[in-house]
């Protein structure tokens, strides 16, 4: 029986090379020549650190930049509040990764509303999706993708 997976997931070793780009552009640049400005990740949170809360839209914006060109889609950062420590600035931006269990269940909902010949199934942090005929899954692929989720979502594990 044809089936496939929904899954959202990240390259942690492309965040890495990116978050690695965005700390040397802002070493090199002009406009944060003499500022503490850096980027630091651990595990899924990359840190920005700066002396002033514009500094943190453009470093941010580099990020995403370096992020984008790297392949890695930008509606996965989750972008958190700024917070003044002393004469530093800091900013979080959290990488989202997995499908939590309310998108699990609306992405089932979504599949099932469309009452095509699929089983949809969760499986810990994705969704297993089986039917009798190729194309149907293929519709359910081209659904998903229209559908206005707030993760970008893969698909993979396509077995016939």
Known sequence: MPSFDVVSEVEMHEVT???DHANREVSTRFDFKGTNASFELNDSVITMKAQAEFQLQQMLDILQTKLNRREID????DIGDTRQSGKEVRQEVTIRQGLDSTLSKKIVKLIKD?????QAAIQGEKVRVTGKKRDDLQQVIAMLKEAKLDLPLQYNNFRD
Do not use: H, S
Not at 114 to 118: A, E, I, W
């Open 74 to 77: 930008i509606a996965c950062l």
């Open 114 to 118: 469309k009452k095509l010949k699929v």
């Open 17 to 19: 090379n990116g978050v």
